[in-house]
């Protein structure tokens, strides 16, 4: 059983930046695709961002929504244990609970592909 503590939201101002972390319990974290999902009040828990294996196993690649390209950066540094999502130039719209997720599929953008839920950390965007 893998458990993820998410950590790092809070109040920031339109335009501002904020870092997330979520550490893993598991020692095999290395291996998983990890994720960052959020959820805005009313909606649908949505994909953001994810950062997986390559095939051969050498390298790590990672792939964002949209909405967050070129604002979002997903990364992990696995002698911690723990993954990170640099959020620059936020705004209004990212408010949201983020939660990080451990799955095994690559590249999955699907809620059902994540075995392993984190609670959660509120991020609020507003001046």
């Known amino acids: 059983q893998v458990q993820l503590v998410e950590s790092g939201g809070g109040l920031v101002q339109p335009g501002g930046s904020l870092r997330l972390s979520c550490a893993a319990s598991?020692?095999?974290?290395?291996?998983?695709?990890m994720a960052w999902f959020r959820q805005a009040p009313g909606k649908e828990r949505e994909f953001v961002a994810a950062?997986?294996?390559?095939?051969?196993?050498?390298?790590?690649?990672?792939y964002y929504t949209d909405s967050v390209k070129g604002r979002f950066t997903i990364s992990r540094d696995n002698a911690k244990n723990t993954m990170y999502l640099q959020m620059n130039t936020l705004k209004p719209e990212d408010t949201a609970v983020y939660y990080c997720?451990?799955?095994?599929?690559?590249?999955?953008?699907?809620?059902?592909?994540?075995?392993?839920w984190g609670q959660g950390t509120q991020v609020t965007v507003s001046s």
């Open positions: 598991e020692r095999t974290f290395s291996t998983y695709t």
């Open positions: 950062i997986s294996l390559s095939g051969d196993i050498t390298y790590y690649t990672t």
């Open positions: 997720a451990a799955g095994f599929s690559p590249r999955a953008v699907a809620t059902t592909s994540y075995h392993y």
